[in-house]
């Protein structure tokens, strides 16, 4: 027998979503600004009592537990969105990289306190899908001599990580920016072995080509 929820019930659940959505944005600018702020400073913020903050977060740690997946999932659709049908692996790499740029707070926040309040282990377990497809598409272009192989693709890809969180570090922080990522992904191929000129050039035409797409 199938049983529907009483009108009080309904709202009340819509209000427990919306607040918990709430929280989570407010923690996100208010972590990104202050790794350290407390869970009290946040529910202020969000506008919401102590124990409603805790009645979906019981810590510290389950808070940022759920930022981190939240971004992991952004990634992965970030990733999934790029993936072009017979593209060849210096486009969709270009694409992957242009399209992590977008959810770039998000991911940075993701290693920044993950890797202080979560782990490694845990660090590694989030970003595992969307490392799996970076380095299959980096395994790809090695074997077409698109990227270098001095390095084994799981390797790369960890250097060419870390380089992503540099550049959006300093995009964060400092007064050069790069709001569309061509300068980041066209460092990012060029740290993957892929000459300057040739790395710039493929940024430029699929940043060129996706604004017509837009356009149109």
Known sequence: MQTTDTPGRTVQRKDAHSNRRRILATARQKLRDDPDASLDSISQAAGVARRTL???????HA??????RE?????????????????DPLETMTRMVLAAWTVG??????????????????????LAPARAEAVATLRRGQRKGVFADHLPAPVLAQ???????????ENAACPWTDPTGEAAATAFLV???????????????????????GAG
């Open 54 to 60: 805790y009645g979906h977060f019981p810590s510290r």
């Open 63 to 68: 808070l940022i537990a759920d930022l981190a």
């Open 71 to 87: 971004a992991g999932h952004e990634l992965r659709q970030a990733f999934a969105a790029a993936r072009t049908t017979d593209a």
């Open 105 to 126: 707070d998000h991911y940075r926040m993701l290693i920044t306190l993950g890797r202080r309040h979560l782990g490694e282990d845990e660090i590694r377990t989030t």
């Open 159 to 169: 250097a060419l990580e870390a380089l992503m969180l540099a550049l959006a570090e």
């Open 191 to 213: 740290a993957a072995g892929v000459a300057p000129r040739r790395a710039a050039l493929q940024v430029q035409e699929v940043i060129g080509r996706d604004r017509a797409a």
